[in-house]
Structure formats: structure tokens, C-alpha cells
T-cell receptor
Framework: DQQVKQNSPSLSVQEGRISILNCDYT??????FLWYKKYPAEGPTFLIS?????DKNEDGRFTVFLNKSAKHLSLHIVPSQPGDSAVYFC???????????????FGKGTHLIIQP | DSGVTQTPKHLITATGQRVTLRCSPR?????VYWYQQSLDQGLQFLIH???????AKGNILERFSAQQFPDLHSELNLSSLELGDSALYFC?????????????FGDGTRLSIL
């Protein structure tokens, strides 16, 4: 059972335009959400996160939106640049019963391609 | 550079063998997490250590074990290896064990079982 879903395996966007990556989750216990970017042969790089008490978090060109009622989050990148071409992973975590952070649950990723 | 160091980068071994993967967390981070990335399953959480103690287990097989040492580096031990254990193994670290802390990943160890 996939608790975090990224339904678009790939997305192609023109340089300078907005890239919107989407993610849905099913576990209502998740209350911290993160986006990671991954290049081939490297580990995931942390981009931006959001706590469930917020609905928006912004960091430079990156903005994450959270819609708890729809169990949906999105990552907006504007303007998109060639260096943004990578695989983007959505991840979520919840407190576990003993207190403290559990491991992250990842989506399967969206390959973003920025075209010149 | 995330500051998380994993060694070795590549490991090739045979079925039935045992290997040890090593992870050094970022300076100051007390939590270490291990993940497995296989082609069909994506990134899967295996186990979490905080300041030397096991805190949470995910989809970790009984043939796998881990520990975190007093200097905070961690090792993941994989034994009785099977072909299906071929995967990328990532280590991540965070400042502490509280929830709202991003995890920072190393570049992984690619394990190939022949």
C-alpha cells in the first residue's frame, strides 16, 4: 500500500516557466512533509519542508503548498532553470508512539525535465 | 555536499556472504537513518538510531542489523545475502530525533550481489 503517491513519473517544462510537482498521501498521521531533489549517482538533497500546521512555505524559487483536507501537497518552482532537471521526491513523516521521528515515507519520484 | 559520508561507494559480493556498510553523519547530528532503494520499491526506510540507541524500525529484514557507535557513526550489517538484496543503501542524518527536522542524505552504497 503506497502511502505517498506521485502520479506523474515525468514532467517537461520550458525554461523560465513554472514547474508544479504534485504529491498525494493517504496516512492522516503524517504531519511533516519534505521535498528532495536527486541527481543520478548522488543521494537525495533536501529542498524544502512544511509542517502540517502551515499551508505554505517559501524558500527562494521554491514554494510548497499543503492541503490537509485533500491530503495533497505540491512543489512550485518559479522560474524553472536548466539545473532544476532532476528527479523530485515527496516524503512524509509522523511521530511514532515512543516519541520522536519515524523514518520518511517516500513517493516514487517525478523526473522533471527543463527544456531550453 | 550534505556532510554525510558513506563507504564504500560500491560493493560486489556473492550470495550467502555478509557485508558491512558504514555511515558518518553530519557533524553535530545525533540521529542516523538507513534506507534501501531498489528499482521496484523506491526508497524504503529500514531503521533509525539516535545517540547510540535504536529508535524505530521500518521494513528491515531479520538478516539485516545496524548499530550506532559512541562516535555516532553507524554500520549496517547485511548477512546471508540474496540476489534481491542488490540495491542502493542510503544513510541520512538529522540533528536530533524530533520530527520536524530534515534528514540529510549521503550518496549511498551500491550493493551488487552476483
Amino acid at each position: 500500500d503506497q502511502q505517498v503517491k506521485q502520479n506523474s513519473p515525468s514532467l517537461s517544462v520550458q525554461e523560465g516557466r513554472i514547474s508544479i510537482l504534485n504529491c498525494d498521501y493517504t496516512n492522516s498521521m503524517f504531519d511533516y512533509f519534505l521535498w528532495y531533489k536527486k541527481y543520478p549517482a548522488e543521494g537525495p538533497t533536501f529542498l524544502i519542508s512544511i509542517s502540517s500546521i502551515k499551508d505554505k512555505n517559501e524558500d527562494g524559487r521554491f514554494t510548497v503548498f499543503l492541503n490537509k483536507s485533500a491530503k495533497h501537497l505540491s512543489l512550485h518552482i518559479v522560474p524553472s532553470q536548466p539545473g532544476d532537471s532532476a528527479v523530485y521526491f515527496c516524503a512524509a513523516s509522523a511521530q511514532y508512539s515512543g516519541g520522536g521521528a519515524d523514518g520518511l515515507t517516500f513517493g516514487k519520484g517525478t523526473h522533471l525535465i527543463i527544456q531550453p | 555536499d550534505s556532510g554525510v559520508t558513506q563507504t564504500p561507494k560500491h560493493l560486489i559480493t556473492a550470495t550467502g556472504q555478509r557485508v558491512t556498510l558504514r555511515c558518518s553523519p553530519r557533524s553535530g547530528d545525533l540521529s542516523v537513518y538507513w534506507y534501501q532503494q531498489s528499482l521496484d520499491q523506491g526508497l524504503q526506510f529500514l531503521i533509525h538510531y539516535y545517540n547510540g540507541e535504536e529508535r524505530a524500525k521500518g521494513n528491515i529484514l531479520e538478516r539485516f542489523s545496524a548499530q550506532q557507535f559512541p562516535d555516532l557513526h553507524s554500520e549496517l550489517n547485511l548477512s546471508s545475502l540474496e540476489l534481491g538484496d542488490s540495491a542502493l543503501y542510503f544513510c541520512a542524518s538529522s540533528v536530533d530525533a524530533t520530527e520536524n527536522q530534515p534528514q540529510h542524505f549521503g550518496d549511498g552504497t551500491r550493493l551488487s550481489i552476483l
